[in-house]
């Protein structure tokens, strides 16, 4: 028995973190955020040297080979620095093309593996319906037609992956970048290092790559995952500034963190959060080993963490003061993306509902 | 990653099936709310030895029921054990089919492991002994423990005391000894005792005929532990101790005691406590009980009065009592901070829930009830994987760090929540007391949830476990002390 991380996983984390560490500290956020489409294709090939674009992608076609637990790490740590950029649309599209069809895989993976080619997935259609039993969006001829609503950086994407049905039922199509009849309407969102965008199809020209949703439902599991991971990335990054902030924030003669009002705060925090880390490890090892506990494990571990992530931004910009509530101060930008970790892909209260639906009870 | 199949996993619910929810009337089934009336019964420890056993039975049942119909494979982490340790496994399983026959288990009291942790001593007859004595000689109990005291002396390796847990359960032979002598005054005698008081205490009390209650805490020294205040003064071979102890767990069946007493008045309040073993038989000892909030009396106080302890009777040097006894409250922690007490409650959430119609409808399909079984069934599971991440860092030789000091507060707190929802789907019948045959489960619930105060308060206090956090865990600073 081993339940925990292997050497060679501990390196590939200290790896991504050193990288990130030097390579896109909060200055080089705020500069990426900023900018118009969120997205720095440096940033991004240097991701994709150390193997975050391709991790998942299998070896023979040049990827890392490597599983979601993997994937995961990485998400917490692209988590804990708030690093901006399409990685989620990305990985989740690599998995659901992994359940596609070879000419696809052969197609797109060589080059996602390197990072050349940025994948997103279109999964979400109205407010709040992210299961692919309930798509509207229609395939007929090989041209789609529908909307698709939350879009992870469907403006840089080379393809996005689009749940859609036709005459066989759900599936998934691939429309490559610039096809004509589609529309692409960026929206304002709250968290400013993930931009997500409205996607109009009106005939657009797809490929259809896999029957049946599997694909989707792999898309599905691996997103809540990777989100569970990057919320447990961004708590444990609050935890940690606001403690070094208890230690250095003076008042009524003395650091503040000497007081229990705001050590057992903290305390709390870290009960609730150190335990919940194992929770999206598990979740991750499950979909990589234990399939038929994946689909509930996901969808307990992104609720469980996505809300512990919201609880502990609060305590964090509390304990911060008036100093928190200011744009200077680096805090919002992970109460930003913890309003992304919390309703992409669904709220808590569905995941949890789907958890007990699954559990047959 | 191998195809899987997506509709199966999305319309059926893993080595689940349908929702089992019992047929009204079914055997073991309790009745609709609905159809509940009321009727008089007195709690659980006013209770005729009849209604007694009629009411085990019936919680036999019950549990029996959860066993079958609700601790399924969904909840067991499967992760799987290296082939040295499959062998070793296959080892322990014929080290059993030796020595532990089936006319053994048919002797075992006829309890369930939950009704157990409810207040049923482990067996420590002859046949009892016999086989913790065999299974020391061959390292499968004590193993922390040296062999010429009665112990299996085997280097540490969690996974190998875990299986040998898992299997001795599985069996129903006697279980290592978990309570206060084995669990806190083994360990410090070990490390502070002379030869005399180790061969004197320590295999009798690892076979249960020596048992031990703890005097540490004081009506004024609770959380503030060391200002302790009864005292021993020296005259000629005797400590004459005078005081008084509270929250004495089992004082009044305790044959000994281990306590700190304050034996140098003149040094500073770490430097001048003692750690003495007393006899309970010596006369000026008077135990009372103290009755808690569910009306049963667990705890005790304990009145020294002029109580004369054998010199040769304290362990470690004089005024080191307070260091001694660290040894003791780590494994205390470590003894309560374990997530099986929440898992065993949340299952029996879960089987109320499907039991229960409040209101004309079943319990389960109240969507705000499952939405907060699933918000705690996720923090059970954080509770049980971090548990496996500790088991796996200590096997290293690393300590858990964070992820270890948080195990107490963490688990207590998720008991005690998950009792609280219990009471919930239990409606209005929450009113009924444990023992009560109307009350859900016979309330052994109800048992749970009140019992669950001093699992959370026992072993240092939630704000005493957030201290801990906060400045061994984060690095804070500690707050004035006196």
Not at chain 1, 189 to 203: I, K, Y
Not at chain 1, 258 to 280: I, M, R, T, Y
Request: aromatic residues 8%; negative net charge.
């Amino acid at each position: 028995m081993d339940f925990g991380l292997t050497e060679d996983q501990s390196l590939l984390q200290d790896s991504i973190k050193k990288f990130v560490e030097a390579e896109c500290p909060p200055t080089r956020v705020r500069d990426i955020m900023e900018s118009d489409d969120g997205h720095d294709p440096a940033l991004w090939r240097g991701l994709a040297e150390l193997g975050v674009a391709g991790m998942t992608v299998p070896a023979e076609h040049g990827g890392a080979g490597l599983e979601l637990l993997d994937l995961a790490l990485a998400s917490d740590i692209l988590g804990w620095a708030a690093i901006p950029g399409p990685f989620l649309g990305n990985a989740m599209a690599t998995a659901a093309l992994s359940q596609s069809d070879a000419d696809a895989q052969e197609r797109w993976f060589p080059s996602v593996a390197t990072g050349e080619t940025v994948l997103t997935v279109a999964l979400g259609e109205g407010i709040g319906e992210w299961d692919a039993a309930a798509v509207q969006t229609r395939a007929t001829g090989g041209k789609l037609t529908g909307e698709k609503s939350l879009v992870p950086y469907a403006e840089i994407a080379d393809v996005i992956l689009v749940t859609a049905i036709d005459d066989d039922g759900p599936g998934l199509w691939a429309v490559e970048r610039g096809a004509s009849a589609m529309e692409i309407t960026a929206l304002s969102g709250n968290d400013l290092t993930r931009r997500v965008a409205h996607v109009r199809f009106d005939g657009a020209s797809a490929r259809k790559i896999a029957s049946g949703r599997i694909a989707a439902d792999y898309a599905r599991d691996v997103g809540l995952v990777l989100l569970a991971a990057d919320a447990s990335g961004g708590a444990h990054r609050c935890l940690e500034m606001t403690t070094e902030y208890a230690l250095t924030r003076e008042q009524f003669g003395q650091v503040i963190g000497a007081f229990q009002g705001v050590k057992h705060q903290l305390a709390n925090l870290a009960c609730d959060l150190e335990p919940a880390v194992s929770l999206w490890w598990y979740a991750a090892h499950a979909f990589d080993h234990i399939q038929d506990k994946t689909e509930r494990h996901a969808a307990l571990a992104k609720s469980h963490l996505t809300d512990l992530y919201d609880t502990t931004v609060r305590y964090a910009i509390e304990l911060h003061g008036g100093i928190g509530f200011t744009w200077e101060y680096d805090l919002h930008l992970w109460f930003r993306r913890a309003m992304f970790d919390r309703a992409f892909l669904g709220e808590s209260s569905y995941h949890r509902r789907r958890a007990a639906d699954l559990a047959g009870w | 990653m191998a195809v899987r199949d997506g509709t199966l996993l999305r319309h059926e619910a893993p080595g689940n099936g349908a929702p089992r929810r019992p047929e009204p009337g079914a055997r073991g089934a309790l009745p609709p709310m609905a159809h509940r009336t009321r009727r008089g019964a007195g709690p659980w420890h006013t209770a005729s030895a009849l209604a007694r056993t009629r009411l085990l039975r019936r919680i036999r049942r019950l549990l029996s029921k959860w066993d079958r119909a609700e601790r399924v494979e969904e909840y067991h982490v499967n992760l799987k054990y290296s082939e040295e340790y499959q062998r070793f496994r296959e080892e322990v399983r014929a080290f059993i089919k030796d020595h532990w026959t089936a006319e053994d288990v048919a002797n075992n009291p006829q309890l369930s492991e939950m009704a157990q942790g409810l207040g049923s001593a482990p067996r420590t007859d002859e046949r009892a002994t016999a086989f913790r004595r065999e299974a020391a000689k061959r390292g499968y109990m004590y193993r922390h423990v040296p062999r010429a005291y009665g112990g299996g002396e085997q280097p540490p390796d969690p996974l190998k005391a875990t299986i040998i847990g898992e299997e001795f359960k599985a069996a129903k032979t006697p279980p290592e000894l978990m309570s206060q002598g084995p669990a806190m005054l083994i360990p410090t005698l070990l490390a502070h005792g002379s030869e005399e008081q180790k061969q004197e205490f320590v295999e009798k009390t690892l076979l249960g005929h020596i048992r031990w209650c703890q005097g540490y805490s004081e009506p004024g020294a609770g959380s503030d532990l060391a200002s302790l205040r009864t005292t021993g003064v020296l005259e000629g071979d005797h400590w004459v101790v005078n005081g008084q102890k509270i929250w004495t767990s089992n004082a009044r069946e305790a044959d000994w005691m281990f306590a700190l007493i304050r034996t140098e008045p003149d040094e500073a309040k770490h430097d001048g406590i003692s750690y003495l073993l007393i006899d309970m038989k010596t006369p000026g000892i008077d135990v009372r009980p103290l009755r808690q909030m569910d009306g049963d009396a667990h705890f005790n106080e304990v009145f020294f009065d002029n109580v004369r302890v054998p010199r040769a009777s304290m362990v470690g040097d004089r005024g080191q009592g307070w260091y001694v006894s660290r040894s003791t409250l780590k494994a205390e922690r470590a003894l309560i901070g374990n997530a099986s007490m929440a898992r065993r409650t949340f299952d029996g959430c879960v089987a109320l829930a499907q039991m229960t119609e409040v209101r004309g409808h079943p319990a389960i399909q109240d969507p705000v009830i499952r939405d907060r079984l699933t918000e705690l069934e996720a923090r059970v599971l954080a509770a049980e994987y971090n548990g496996f991440r500790l088991l796996t860092e200590s096997a290293k030789g690393h300590d858990g760090g964070l992820a270890g000091l948080v195990t107490k507060l963490h688990t207590s707190t998720l008991a005690h929540d998950v009792s609280r929802l219990a009471m919930d789907i239990s409606s209005d019948a929450a009113m009924l007391a444990p023992g009560e045959e109307r009350a859900p489960f016979s309330g052994m619930l109800v048992q749970s949830y009140i019992m669950y105060y001093a699992l959370a308060i026992g072993g240092g206090a939630p704000n005493i476990q957030r201290n801990v956090i906060g400045e061994r865990g984060l690095g804070l600073p500690r707050d004035v002390r006196r």
